[in-house]
């Protein structure tokens, strides 16, 4: 082997710009990262050839002395931590002092600026050895202009590796378009080859940062999303969740902001997933623009070079508040007087109908009626007048709920309604299925299930694997609802069901239930597993699609989805109801009002 010996400054550099400089958007990311530190208000980026050819960041900052010029090409050379424990709580973005450096060792560098105060700017160029010569100075206003040439000229294989000038700059877009959402009180203007692309002014008032979310995301986006707010102790959490409806199929329009800083971490992912278990399949991705503020202690900026992943001090004390908060504001979506674009709770709901609460308080008669979804015929007769009798003593003289009053069932799947605003069209199958499970589930974590006997237990032949997997979780499987023991080596025998759920198949029920616990290592991917074989059952027991109902059996379907949270949606994360509100039906015959 060779002798060890120290490397020259240059290479240290180029190695360094190896982990900083992935690609011009990673320069892009450096420089207006720095403006922002440096308190600027108004930042422009000029991009020539997707970046390749030039990167110009001017910014009105407080601008860098004349004599610290030279520092701030030099590495590990910053003014943003002086200690360990200023590093333990990093509130910058940028913090180490290599950028520049790495920039100028892979590409020509220039710095321009001006301090308050100072008569002239003053220019530094950096040579491709990385000496500098002294600064000149030039006419400049406050703050500072950087521009990047030739990236990777001195590295011609690393050149090699960038995509097209149209993907380059695509990445850049992409990346100012996601701070301008960090930011709000900043302008932000992009050109490319001369030719603006946008220009995002200042938003100072929180009431109307949603015309700049929706600039960048799209009017979609705002339009289909909650907007939240949760705070505990340390930490606040806020920003957009977007509904079920506008999910992708890719994690692409998901947006973390860890106190400023966009970041990508699998922690948050995890979260993000677990608070919409209930309303998206494993194949869809929700949208979200969410900021979390965290004491800077608690969180750990410094564990990726390129600072997009965090490490937290206590990951699943941040977890649980993001998770829990975001699945309470999910189940408090409710239908409304309007499109189910912008839940809200079940009492604002009734309220904006006229109402002083839900009318009936809870629903008594609603097992009976999803029982007579599929009934005897000694209660298919006995039921319908029931509700009438009810609706009758309830409706009278209140104003039209949310939902409005069932007209008809259009070819068995769609329950026409007419309510104040125009007509409601619900899903009978994907609105049935959501309260099935909703049902279902608020009985098991308030344990509280109720279970149906089976007239006659099945025998289920089963591995010795199966057998001892239900008697180590015997106890789960009768919170579940599900009786089950076993009677032999390889012999299970099911006595009961969850009432909600008394038509399904039973022994293709336990088994699947039994292959998600052989799945699961975790009390939390047993719930996880157990909550979406739940979500599948209800499916398969909803009322199917020409299954005809009655005009009281789908007013008591509206009623009870309008009590149901997450309302909004089925449990593949599909709308259950949609409104065609007068301006829209007008629309259609063109006619005036």
């Given amino acids: ?73 030099a590495r590990h050379a910053t003014s943003k931590i002086a200690s360990l424990d200023d590093l333990l709580q990093v509130r910058t973005l940028g913090f180490r002092g290599e950028a520049l450096p790495s920039i100028a060792s892979v590409a020509r560098l220039e710095l321009v600026s001006r301090t308050e105060g100072e008569p002239c700017g003053w220019r530094l160029v950096v040579n491709p050895s990385g000496e500098t010569d002294a600064p000149v100075p030039v006419a400049h206003p406050q703050g500072t202009t950087v521009t990047v040439a030739d990236l990777f000229y001195t590295i011609p294989a690393r050149r090699k590796f960038l995509r097209a000038e149209r993907t380059e700059f695509g990445h850049i877009q992409q990346y100012l378009e996601r701070l301008a959402l960090s930011r709000f009180d900043v ?30 995301l799209g009017r979609e986006f705002i339009e289909q999303a909650l907007e939240i707010e949760f705070s505990t102790e340390g930490m606040r959490l806020w920003g957009w969740l977007g509904l079920p409806a506008i999910a992708r199929r890719q994690a692409d329009r998901q947006y973390w902001f860890i106190n400023g800083r966009p970041v990508r971490d699998k922690l948050l992912t995890f979260a993000l997933r677990s608070a919409y278990r209930d309303v998206l399949p494993g194949d869809r991705q929700p949208a979200v623009l969410l900021y979390l503020e965290i004491d800077p202690r608690q969180v750990d900026v410094n564990a990726h070079p390129a600072k997009l992943e965090v490490r937290f001090r206590d990951s699943r004390w941040v977890r649980d508040f993001i998770s829990q908060s975001l699945y309470r504001a999910l189940g408090e979506s409710r239908p409304r007087g309007d ?37 005897s015929q000694s209660q298919s007769q006995q039921f319908p007048a029931q509700i009438q009798e009810q609706d009758k003593a309830e409706d009278a003289g209140r104003p039209v709920p949310p939902l409005g009053y069932a007209v ?34 608020s009985q098991i974590e308030t344990e509280q299930v109720v279970r149906q006997p089976l007239l006659l ?19 789960l499987l009768f919170q579940l609802g599900l009786e089950v023991d076993n009677i032999g080596p390889e012999t299970l025998v099911i006595r009961a069901l969850p009432a909600v759920l008394a038509k399904a198949d039973a022994e293709r029920l336990v088994r699947e239930v039994i292959a998600e616990l052989d799945q699961c290592e975790t009390a939390s991917e047993v719930q996880s597993s157990v909550h979406e074989r739940l979500a599948t059952c209800a499916c398969h027991q909803a009322v199917k699609a020409g299954q005809r109902l009655s005009r009281d059996e789908m007013n008591a379907l509206l009623r009870e989805l309008e009590r149901t949270e997450r309302g909004n949606q089925c449990n593949h994360g599909r709308p259950t109801w949609v409104t065609l509100d007068f301006q829209t039906l007008d629309k259609f015959f063109h006619r005036g009002r």
């Fill in 408 to 441: 008809s069932h259009l070819h068995g799947i769609y329950i026409l309604a007419e309510a104040e605003q125009g007509l409601v069209i619900v899903d009978a199958h994907a609105a049935h299925e959501r309260i099935i499970y909703e049902k279902l589930k």
């Fill in 1 to 73: 082997m060779s002798r060890i010996h120290l490397l020259p400054t240059q290479l240290i550099n180029q190695i360094a710009a190896g982990e900083v400089v992935e690609r011009p958007a990673s320069v892009v990311k450096e420089l207006v990262e720095n403006s922002l530190d440096a308190g600027a208000d108004k930042i422009e980026v000029g991009i020539e050839a997707g970046g390749i050819q030039q990167i110009r960041v001017r910014d009105n900052g407080s601008g860098i002395a004349r004599d610290e010029l030279p520092l701030a090409v």
């Fill in 457 to 475: 237990p099945v025998k289920v032949k089963a591995s010795p694997r199966e057998v001892d997997l239900v008697a180590r979780h015997r106890e």
């Fill in 339 to 375: 499109v189910p674009t912008e839940p809200r709770s079940t009492a604002d709901a009734w309220k904006a109908a006229g109402y002083p609460g839900p009318p009936g308080g809870q629903v008594n008669e609603s097992l009976a009626f999803y029982e007579s979804l599929h009934p």
């Fill in 187 to 216: 302008q932000f203007l992009l050109k490319h080859n001369q030719r603006e692309i946008f220009k995002l002014g200042p938003i100072f008032s929180p009431d109307q940062w949603g015309e700049r979310v929706a600039a960048v």
